[in-house]
Nanobody, 129 residues
Framework: QVQVVESGGGSVQAGGSLSLSCEVS????????MGWFRQAPGKEREFVAA????????RYADSVKGRFTISGDNAKNTVHLQLNSPSPEDAAVYYC??????????????????????WGQGTQVTVSS
């Protein structure tokens, strides 16, 4: 069983910064991809960013590219999401998830919910202006 736990959510001012963390434990063999999603009130859950453990390659949604940064620490089985210059539109519950086992191209990063298997409980981010 794989356990996923997010932390670091809270309130941040627009234009500030906030760092989220995601620790994964359990059997993660062949689960090479980690991703972040978010869901704002009244909206569908959407893809934010993804990273591959072995290659360190990343993929970002257009809405956050250039502002958010995803990174991983393999030794600690922890993935981070750095939110830089967030706006009120970035306020949401942020979820971390593990990709489903599979053989992906080195350049392919899953972006849909169905391509992820284990999910954390979510951590809420609010943005004030």
């Amino acid at each position: 069983q794989v356990q996923v736990v997010e932390s670091g959510g809270g309130s941040v001012q627009a234009g500030g910064s906030l760092s989220l963390s995601c620790e994964v434990s359990g059997r993660t063999f062949s689960r090479n991809v980690m991703g972040w999603f978010r869901q704002a009130p009244g909206k569908e859950r959407e893809f934010v960013a993804a990273i591959k453990w072995n290659a360190g390659s990343t993929r970002y949604a257009d809405s956050v590219k250039g502002r958010f940064t995803i990174s991983g620490d393999n030794a600690k089985n922890t993935v981070h999401l750095q939110l830089n210059s967030p706006s009120p539109e970035d306020a949401a519950v942020y979820y971390c998830a593990t990709g489903r086992p599979g053989l992906y191209s080195i350049t392919y990063h899953p972006t849909s919910e169905s391509e992820y298997e284990y999910w954390g409980q979510g951590t809420q981010v609010t943005v004030s202006s």
